[in-house]
């Protein structure tokens, strides 16, 4: 078993920033990408950032403002935000591409999500 569990979200006025911090714990052999994708009421999920393989990635709507960054050794990920919008308003939820076992596949494990709630 893997889990994910996220921490940081809450409530901020617009300009504000948060800091979200997401563990990986459990069977882990590796860990290749990890990510953080959000989902706003009544709309899909989308990626935010992504980070691992040697690239880093963001949503067009977050460049500039929220950073990524990933502490391998404790298999944590974090998720900066800084000016928020309320726009940015949704369920943040991370993800990690993880190999169980060396004789496993990779494979995406979800957190349950924290709530990221900008107030304008």
């Known amino acids: 078993q893997v889990q994910l569990v996220e921490s940081g979200g809450g409530l901020v006025q617009a300009g504000g920033s948060l800091r979200l911090s997401c563990a990986a714990s459990?069977?882990?052999?590796?860990?290749?990408?990890m990510g953080w994708y959000r989902q706003a009421p009544g709309k899909q999920r989308e990626l935010v950032a992504i980070?691992?393989?040697?690239?880093?990635n963001y949503a067009d709507s977050v460049k500039g403002r929220f950073t990524i960054s990933r502490d391998n050794a404790k298999n944590v990920v974090y998720l900066q935000m800084n000016s928020l919008k309320p726009e940015d308003t949704a369920v943040y939820y991370c993800?990690?591409?993880?190999?169980?076992?060396?004789?496993?596949?990779?494979?995406?494990?979800w957190g349950q999500g924290t709530q990221v709630t900008v107030s304008s």
């Open positions: 993800a990690g591409d993880v190999r169980s076992q060396i004789t496993e596949p990779h494979m995406w494990h």
């Open positions: 459990g069977r882990i052999f590796s860990i290749n990408r």
């Open positions: 980070t691992g393989g040697g690239s880093t």
